[in-house]
Structure formats: C-alpha cells, structure tokens
C-alpha cells in the first residue's frame, strides 16, 4: 500500500508540479504527517524531490527529472488498452497518436506484461454506438476539439428543429461521447446561464476565433454530465398508462418504449380470465405514446386513457383500411 502511494506521489509531482503537503493529503486522503514521512522516503530512495518553505512553497521535483514507466502493475496496465477507443479516436483526430502511444507503452512494459496486453487487443473491441443506428455527420468535430483543447472560444451556427439559429459564439468547456454520439458542453458568450449541451452533428459551421477564455475552476465536465442527465430525464413529460398484457410477451414493452419504461412498471393486483396481467406505466412524450403502443399488437389492450386507446383503434384502423385497399 505505501510502495503504491509513494508512486502516485511521485507521479503526481512529475505531472502537476509544485504541491503543497496538503494538497497531496488531500489527494492521498492521509495525513499531513504521513506525507512529511513519505516525502523523506522518497528522497532516500534517490528520488531529487525537494521541499520550499513558506505561504507559497511546496513540494517538487528537481527541473528535468522524469520517471520511467515502471512500478505499474498487471490491471493498470491491462485497463490502459481498454480505454482506447479507435473509432472515436480518430473522429478527433488523435486515431495515429494513440496507436503511436500504445506502441510505446508496450516497448515500456515488462514482457510478461506485454503479452497480456496484446492479447486484450486481440480478444476486446469497444463499439460505442448503438444498433440499427449510424454514426453522425459531425465534420467540425476537430475545430471544436481543436477550441476545447486549446481554450478559445468558437463561434458556431446550430440547427434546432430543422431551422438555423443565429450565429452565437461559445466558451467551450468538453466534448462528451454518448451512445455513439457526440456533445458539446459550453458557456453562451455573454450569458450568466449554466453551461449548454449542443449535439454536435447539429452544428452547421464551426470558426475558430482568436479570443481565449478562462475555464471556470469549479467546473468538473463529468459531474456537470451526470447532472445534466439527472435534470433531463426528470424533465422529460410522461403519460400515465394502464393495460393489460400477454405477461410471456411484456417484453414489447422495453422494445417499444425503452427498458426504462418496463423497470418502472406498477402491477395491479387484479383478477384477468386470460390470465394477463395489469401494468401501471409512464409512457416518455405523450404524442408519441400511441404510435409507440400500437406495435403490442393483439399482446396487449389499452384501458386507460381512453384518448390514448382511441387514438390506437384510430391508428389500427388506418392500417388495416390501407391494406384492405392495396389487396383489393
């Protein structure tokens, strides 16, 4: 346990620099004292990390001091080729440098741990998008990455609901990949509002302006993610639906209105002749909830509401009048 925190110390100090002994407690989650202990141990190792005294000083390492690649053990290696993924890789571009960058940490790797690590290239492959669903246009993927690496801001024109929106110009904060697609987090110039998400594919031309901007130092990208999430699926308008379904064919359910929607069903506790059972359900975006139930065919019936079973029987009459009408 000490041998691994000293390395992350170690690693921490050749990557951020100058740390303060509370700061590498905190980062540690021990004591001030056992990182006053710590760092005298590394320094008798033969480790150059040298200590500066006062408001401003702290703990660093001697100028020009790296570490090699050592110390690392079999899951931290073996995890480090499951986090490459090719395809949005070179999306951004990166696709070259992360196979030049895995080349170099197998060179670096002890052989046994090189085997390993190959051979979780030949039996892994992440796939990040969904089924039955093709990857997004997205050419102005790399000027944005370009302004969310480099802090300048971007000015960009975005379609919402099959219409252009004015010019705006973006602070922005990280790019997020979803279910095969991607996301731009960013601050409106000029706007006190929290930080927007942007689908990237939606965005019809991207400048990259000259002007930098200063990330805000609360801002965490993955928390922010979490949280919007949270808020959107809580936004999202439900319809209360009550039916009766074939239980061997309830998984239409999660195929036709998610896996979601069947998680959170309510049975009713009622007595059916067919020996169905009674679902309470919260159908997502109420004008769609016909079209999505119509497909549960004769599995299911539709008892409440009775504007939704209408609109079914609507649907259902459609459909058979059109192929009445194509076989005649």
Known sequence: MRASRLLSILLLLQTRGRMTAQELADEMEVSVRT????????????????????????????????????????????????????????????????????????????????????????????????????????????????????????????????????????????????????????????????????????????????????????FDLAEHWTASIVSYEASIPRLPVTLRIDPARRWLIAVLCGGSTLERAERIDVADPDGWIHLRIEVDWPEEAAHHLVGLGDAAEILEPAALRLEIEALARGALGRLAAAGA
């Open 35 to 218: 990182i006053y202990r710590d760092a005298d141990q590394l320094a008798a190792a033969g480790i150059p990390v040298y200590a500066d005294r006062g408001p401003a000083g702290g703990y660093q390492l001697l100028d020009g001091y790296r570490t090699r690649l050592t110390g690392m053990t079999q899951g931290e290696a073996e995890s480090l080729f499951f986090a490459g993924i090719p395809g949005p890789a070179a999306e951004l571009g990166l696709g070259a440098v992360l196979a030049t960058a895995q080349l170099k940490l197998l060179a670096a790797l002890p052989a046994d741990l090189r085997t390993r690590a190959a051979r979780i290239r030949e039996r892994f492959h992440l796939d990040a998008p969904g089924w039955f669903s093709g990857a997004d246009a997205t050419p102005h993927l790399g000027t944005i990455a370009d302004a969310v690496w480099n802090q300048r801001r971007l000015c960009i024109e975005y379609r919402r609901s099959g219409s252009s929106d004015a010019p705006r110009v973006l602070s922005p904060l990280g790019l997020v990949l979803k279910s095969g697609t991607w996301y731009l987090v960013a601050e409106a110039d000029g706007s006190d509002e929290p930080p927007h998400t942007y689908r990237v594919s939606r965005i019809q031309s991207a400048e990259l302006l000259d002007e930098h901007f200063d990330r805000p130092p609360e």
